[in-house]
């Protein structure tokens, strides 16, 4: 998910630069929304851990 938010910012930059604004403008959007998706579960899945118990990953 990190992988596509970086080249849809890629994609982003390469627009801005042509002059493509509207076009630009959306994929930065869509890179903003996956990359704050991916921190939210990214967070979520270091709290999920931190709560484990540790005695469940010697089976």
Known sequence: MLRLALALLAAACVAAV???????????????VLFFTLLVLAVMTFIADAFRDPMLDTV
Request: glycine residues 26%.
């Open 18 to 32: 042509f002059g493509y604004g509207l076009l630009g403008g959306v994929t930065y959007d869509a890179a903003k």
